[in-house]
């Protein structure tokens, strides 16, 4: 199959990501996208087990070239789809998070660059479990909830606490991240707290307004640094004018435009890993939202396939292998 839609029409075949090739065994693979069909860490409303499936189907709307940018991410990187990250046992949470991190510890070792569909926000902590082998990674996390929530009804671990558990564990550095877009009701004042405790960065939609998206990028940039950074995107992070298929959708959101301004501001940092969580298909007969996740894990894609073209340039150059 041919991402080129000039010599394939792109209704046609199979739907993988973005009409990559479909390469479960990774070989050859500089980036990997996968799905996470999982729900099993939601508080609420349920869905985005559908979530990879529909997104894969959408996302047979992404063309070869960013117009904006120019980047032409299958052109700089071998991009595949390496199939879902399917949980062995996917009604016991801690099973169901187990397997998930050991088919990223094997993207991992594969030396091979994972962008991950969910799935609820609960499956980018065994993301990280996989990913932050080497020290804590700083995290630019696009959302209404800050996700560094306590105990739910008995249990540590559920969409609205990755963040909490990953500082814990040591996967996340709390003073590099920087949560953005935070709003809506909430049940307890402090429910955020160790956000700010922490050292997070945490810019509720009111302040983002207020300082304006250039002021906002500064402060992704000045927060992140040159340090190696997961990017994870809640779609309940855009107002649900652009994504009602969501389980917590919160009301004045950011824009889908922004929210690509801001992920193709990341080109230069040294992006290691990204996800795009809680499109759930079921709340959306549209298809909106999962065009809007597939859009946003393309825009992701550019700015990762940069990255790792900059760090294989670093590494030439170190080694003394680059003539040119
Ligand atoms: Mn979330
Ligand atoms: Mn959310």
Redesign the pocket.
């Known amino acids: 199959m041919s991402q080129d839609p000039k010599l394939q029409p792109r209704y046609s075949g199979i739907p993988t990501f973005m009409r990559t090739p479909f390469v479960p065994e990774l070989e050859g693979l500089d980036i990997a996208l996968v799905g996470v069909p999982f729900d099993g860490g939601v508080t609420n409303r349920t869905g985005t087990r559908h979530g990879p499936r529909e997104v894969r189907n959408q996302s047979s709307l992404m063309r070869t070239i960013n117009q904006a940018t120019g980047v032409a991410p299958f052109e700089l990187v071998n991009v595949g789809d390496a199939g879902d990250a399917v949980p062995d046992s996917p009604f016991e949470l801690l099973a169901a998070h187990a397997s998930i991190e050991a088919f990223f510890r094997r993207i991992k070792a594969a030396g091979v660059v994972p962008i991950a569909a969910g799935g609820d926000?609960s499956i980018t902590l065994p993301i990280l479990r996989a990913l932050a082998q080497e020290g804590p990674l700083a995290l630019v996390h696009f959302?209404?909830?800050c996700?560094t929530g306590d105990f739910y009804l008995g249990s540590r671990f559920h969409?609205g606490s990755p963040f909490k558990v990953a500082a814990e564990e040591g996967l996340i550095d709390p003073t590099k991240t920087i949560q953005i877009g935070i709003r809506g009701s909430v049940t307890d004042r402090d429910i955020w707290k160790f956000s700010y405790d922490s050292g997070m960065r945490v810019i509720h939609i009111e302040e983002f307004y207020q300082l304006g998206l250039d002021a906002v990028i500064a402060e992704i940039k000045r927060v992140v640094g040159a340090s190696p950074v997961y990017v994870t995107f809640?779609v309940?992070?855009l107002d649900p004018v652009y994504a009602p298929g969501?389980g917590?959708p919160?009301i004045g959101g950011f824009t889908t435009f922004e929210a690509q301004q801001m992920i193709r501001s990341l080109a230069g940092l040294d992006i290691v890993g990204a996800d795009v969580v809680?499109v759930s298909p079921p709340f959306d007969p549209s298809g909106v939202t999962a065009l809007t996740g597939a859009t946003m894990m393309f825009e992701l894609l550019c700015v990762s396939a940069l990255a790792l073209q900059r760090r294989r340039d670093a590494a030439d150059t170190h080694s003394g292998n680059d003539g040119g």
């Open positions: 926000h959302d209404a909830h996700d969409h809640d309940d992070g969501t917590t919160e809680e």
